[in-house]
């Protein structure tokens, strides 16, 4: 049975609670059959209506994305002030 | 009247003092004063003999400490070029200042918005006195202050997809400075339509991007995904802004304004600049077309 690791990385005011002392945010989740990146959100309690880009692996993806190996996911806030 | 170039030439190197700024490094000065009252002799536009001047190896006093980074056939570029700065809030107030002091030769403005209180703690156009006035008005005040041989032409409205061509063609380049996402998408089309570079700017708390899109670049999408699904999806940014982060945002998107008009660097294409400034990170995104 493989399983996919999901590392995900909140960046910007996305992660709120995290310390600069020990580094940004992480939250890791294990899961069993591909899941899509909104589904690891929710399950992971972020909110979706602020985050912005998604970098998987360092590539540029959406929440519909399906994934199936293990990765590592960064979370960009969505900016649109000026 | 038609003035021959070569009299105020004539002018400029009878009144042109000569300064030695180092051992290695010596250029000729001219003051405002000096440029103004030859503006004044031709009824010549100050811009214009600043031209001349600086074609002539002379240098005016303003752009002074412009120069190493910013030769002079450059700065002639600057003055010679036109660009569009769309919202005049946090981001367009920093950068209408910025391209005002580097000589950018002639700007359009538009925003249909009027300054209020709650603009005083990040857009630097904004003080107690000018509460209740048109923010393109006092920007135009503010940019005649700075450097009287930029022109400046004003537009207070808002822009949509019916009257954003029209106001902005002509311009070199545009520079996104507004504050929502879906009238960013109508700029980048008619961007697009006009075939002119956009810098695209945002930010929100104190976290900024920075983008530059070219005609045919997927742009906007790449960042926000389409704006159908963005709608869709209820996505939105917060609009919190303290003072700091438009003044970053401002500063490297009028840097990508100079790389773009005098060919300098390598423009942010398909790359968003990410900072974060209250980590102090700051990273370049590529982004897959």
Do not use: W
């Not at chain 1, 069993?32 to 590539?59: Q, S, W």
């Not at chain 2, 400490?65 to 700065?75: P, V």
């Amino acid at each position: 049975m493989k399983i996919i690791k999901i590392e995900l990385i909140v960046a910007g005011f996305l992660g709120n609670s995290k310390s600069t002392k020990n580094g940004p945010e992480i939250i890791k989740r294990e899961y069993i059959n591909p899941i899509t990146v909104r589904e690891v959100l929710t399950d992971a309690k972020i909110k979706l209506r602020f985050i912005g880009l998604i970098m998987l692996n360092g590539k540029n993806t959406n929440q519909d994305f399906l994934i199936n190996h293990s990765c590592r996911i960064k979370l960009y806030p969505l900016l649109g002030g000026g | 009247m038609k003035i021959n170039s070569k009299v105020i030439i004539d002018e400029l190197n009878r009144i042109k003092e000569k300064i030695t700024v180092d051992k290695k490094q010596e250029y000729l000065l001219l003051s405002i004063k000096e440029i103004k009252q030859i503006a004044k002799k031709f009824h010549y536009p100050s811009k214009e003999i600043e031209i001349l001047a600086l074609d002539e190896g002379i240098l005016p006093s303003r752009y002074q400490k412009n120069y190493s980074s910013i030769s002079l056939s450059e700065q002639i570029k600057l003055l010679r070029s036109k660009v569009a700065v769309i919202g005049c809030g946090g981001l367009g107030g920093n950068i209408l200042e910025l391209l005002a002091r580097l000589g950018v030769g002639e700007i359009i403005v538009i925003d249909g918005d009027k300054f209020n209180e709650s603009n005083l703690n990040r857009q630097i156009l904004c003080t107690e006195e000018n509460l209740k006035k048109s923010k393109v008005k006092e920007a135009a005040v503010r940019v005649r202050k700075i450097n009287s041989s930029v022109k400046v032409k004003t537009h207070t409205l808002f822009i949509n997809s019916k009257n954003i061509q029209e106001i902005i063609q002509g311009a070199d380049l545009a520079i996104d400075a507004l504050d929502n996402i879906s009238t960013r998408f109508v700029l980048e089309k008619a961007c697009q339509e006009l075939e002119i570079p956009l810098v695209h700017g945002a930010v929100d708390g104190f976290n900024g991007q920075v983008s530059t899109i070219f005609p045919q670049d997927q742009g906007l999408e790449l960042i926000y995904g389409s704006l159908k699904k963005l709608n869709r999806q209820k996505r939105i940014s917060r609009l919190s802004v303290p003072a700091v982060t438009p003044a970053l945002i401002a500063s490297f998107q009028v840097q990508e304004v100079i790389n773009i008009l005098l060919q300098k660097g390598k423009p942010l294409r398909n790359e968003l600049l990410f900072i974060d400034l209250e980590d102090h990170d700051i990273e370049i995104l590529k982004l897959d077309k």
